[in-house]
């Protein structure tokens, strides 16, 4: 199983377009160790010919080409891009999906019944792409059975329904609902390594730890450091918790779950990350605390093996 780091950041990218917080200023100058990223997706591959995309950034053009293997060309109009997966309806996981409109038969996309919803409603992508391709809804259950993804012959997939928030322009913003948010469990099935992925984690349920003490490989929600980082910087009026992520630092933070997992040869990586996060600096004391404690950052282009 290959699984490849298309767009590392959280949504508005790094830097973002209209930021001038430190990292964003030193970043774009060139006076910071940090690399650029762009927005929060990932892809998944059993042959490396077939991949599943897993989230669809507004990114996902950029990231099509800077990752060559996503375009086999066996035909004149052609993808690897397979099948898509969305674990939420916010705009940074599902804008792409217009970018695929091009297609000559409907778009496979695996979505709860809550983001399909919001996806043909709130921000109505789906009617909009019954205009182009089309779109054929495979309805992620949160039943318990895994889920059916032709794209992935041998990787079992399984979604965990997560307690977040349906973006802002979802009709049950206010009345959460089950599949709202989802994680993501791949198994090999060959030689059973899993990865857990769950760029948005606003509380860790124990149904989401036991996943996590399971799995060889985390990509987990990297979003911010501190819970009161963007208010601090004056750049918003949100709390981590307010969007739906949980912080690195602290008690309860990121780290402290990470290391209550117990587990050695995990590699835990730190995905969708804001811009504003100081982790992104590579030579920065939070960095530093990181390494400490085995926690690796996700870049744009890091590709994993299971
Ligand atoms: C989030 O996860 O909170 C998003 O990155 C928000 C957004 O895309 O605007
Ligand atoms: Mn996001
Ligand atoms: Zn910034």
């Given at each position: 199983?290959?699984?490849?780091?298309?767009?590392?950041?959280?949504?508005?990218?790094?830097?973002?377009?209209?930021?001038?917080?430190?990292?964003?200023?030193?970043?774009?100058?060139?006076?910071?160790?940090?690399?650029?990223?762009?927005?929060?997706?990932?892809?998944?591959?059993?042959?490396?010919?077939?991949?599943?995309?897993?989230?669809?950034?507004?990114?996902?053009?950029?990231?099509?080409?800077?990752?060559?293997?996503?375009?086999?060309?066996?035909?004149?109009?052609?993808?690897?891009?397979?099948?898509?997966?969305?674990?939420?309806?916010q705009i940074d996981h599902v804008t792409g999906l217009l970018m695929l409109r091009e297609r000559d038969t409907p778009l496979p996309l695996h979505a709860t019944d809550a983001v399909w919803q919001d996806l043909s409603t709130g921000f109505p992508i789906a009617p909009i792409l019954s205009h182009y391709c089309g779109v054929e809804h495979r309805r992620i259950a949160l039943d318990g059975a895994p889920l059916a993804v032709h794209a992935l012959p041998g990787v079992r997939v399984d979604a965990l329904p997560l307690s977040s928030k349906a973006p802002p322009y979802s009709p049950h913003r206010n009345a959460p609902q089950r599949g709202d948010n989802i994680g993501l469990v791949?198994?090999?099935?060959?030689?059973?390594?899993?990865?857990?992925?769950?760029?948005?984690?606003?509380?860790?349920?124990?149904?989401?730890?036991?996943?996590?003490?399971?799995?060889?490989?985390?990509?987990?929600?990297?979003?911010?450091?501190?819970?009161?980082?963007?208010?601090?910087?004056?750049?918003?009026?949100?709390?981590?918790?307010?969007?739906?992520?949980?912080?690195?630092?602290?008690?309860?933070g990121m780290i402290e779950v990470l290391d209550s997992l117990g587990t050695t040869d995990t590699r835990k990586v730190l995905i969708h990350i804001n811009n504003t996060n100081p982790i992104l600096v590579e030579d920065s004391p939070e960095r530093r605390i990181l390494a400490e404690h085995s926690i690796e950052v996700a870049h744009d282009g890091m590709s994993f093996e299971l």
């Open positions: 199983m290959k699984i490849k780091v298309l767009g590392s950041s959280a949504g508005g990218g790094f830097p973002q377009w209209n930021c001038n917080c430190r990292n964003c200023d030193g970043v774009r100058r060139g006076t910071l160790k940090a690399k650029r990223r762009t927005q929060s997706s990932i892809a998944v591959s059993a042959n490396g010919e077939d991949w599943l995309l897993v989230n669809a950034s507004p990114d996902l053009l950029t990231q099509i080409a800077a990752n060559p293997e996503l375009q086999p060309a066996r035909r004149a109009r052609d993808s690897g891009i397979a099948a898509v997966l969305v674990i939420d309806a791949f198994t090999n099935q060959q030689n059973g390594k899993r990865m857990f992925y769950a760029p948005g984690l606003g509380a860790i349920e124990e149904h989401v730890l036991a996943a996590m003490r399971e799995a060889d490989l985390l990509l987990v929600d990297g979003t911010l450091w501190t819970a009161d980082e963007m208010i601090r910087l004056g750049l918003s009026r949100k709390t981590a918790a307010d969007m739906g992520h949980l912080q690195q630092s602290g008690p309860g």
